[in-house]
């Protein structure tokens, strides 16, 4: 929470201490899933049937984090005012950095996938069952490894934060949000946001013990994942609507496209994000695993916007009783 409330150039060697960690645990990975099946084979069929997806319910609600691995490249598009040709470099941005994300995430899969069975492998430790796995027993590498994914997680947090409560505190000075998301310190940094996440997050820390889930974490990340995707529904839409009402604009970078290929860009991804959301939080039949595994993230979900709704129509009545008041003071004085 404290890192959180930094600067970015006070934090930065965090995230670059990560982005080395990331490296290393995917390559560590990569290289001992590539000695073990050269040497002891495999421990899933790589035919080109099971590389295929399945075309059922059970596949497709891996769509979403699939696209959630995607989210955060619009953020590229912030940085083109600091760009000598942005028109040219974002889309390069975008290319170079998609094909990166899918290779990292094809070798690490290659590796979990040589040491671990599909039908076994586990959502909260397959990582780490991985590795014990290739090596052949825990060790102390696999301990360090351990020690990395965690300082990962950690690390994703801050540079999740910084985002999340640069927006929540633009909303606060609209009157959007409650005065309290709008609080800066010395360095206009958000700390009332900031606090906020940490009362939170500390709340659910304390209380995941006691929730008989084992998979607890991924129910979290689930639902976190399902409140992106929701507020991702809207920025689309949103491009649409700005590219009509406001075409002429100057902007330093301009997604191509006439009108066709506008429409294509907006309702395709609008589609599979709704389409996603809807197998990711929706029980889509009655059996006991679906249910289970369900129920809580719509819960979860439900109870997440109602309460923003409510958050929001608070504030949006305070600043009506605000601006009512200071009208009423003028006409007196």
Known sequence: MILGNKPVSESKWIMNLAAFAKIFTIAALAVLGIYVAVTKGVANDFSPKNLLPEMNLSSWSNLSVIIFNFLGFEVVATMADDMDKPKKQIPQAIIYGGILIAFFYLISAF???????????????????SFILLIGHMNWFVVIIGIMFL??????????????????????????????FGKEDKNEMPVGTGYLNGIVASVLVVASPFIPNQDIFWAFFSLNVV???????????????????????????????????????????????????????????????????????LIGTIITLVIGEIVVRYAEHKNKMKVASTTQKERLS
């Not at 671990?116 to 909260?124: E, N």
């Open 111 to 129: 590796g979990m996938s040589v040491a671990v069975p599909t039908s076994k492998l586990s959502a909260s430790s397959g990582l780490l069952d």
């Open 227 to 297: 409140a992106l995707l929701i507020s991702y529904t809207m920025m689309f839409p949103a491009f649409l609507k700005l590219r009509k009402t406001d075409p002429d604009r100057e902007r330093p970078f301009k997604v191509p496209g006439g009108p066709v290929m506008i429409q294509l860009m907006t309702w395709v991804p609008e589609v599979l994000l709704i389409f996603t959301i809807i197998l990711t939080a929706v029980p889509l039949n009655g059996s006991a695993a679906e249910i289970s595994s369900k129920m809580p993230i």
């Open 151 to 180: 300082y990962i997680l950690a690390s994703e947090m801050i540079s999740w934060a910084l985002g999340v409560n640069y927006v929540a505190d633009y909303a606060a000075k609209d009157h959007v949000l409650p005065e309290i």
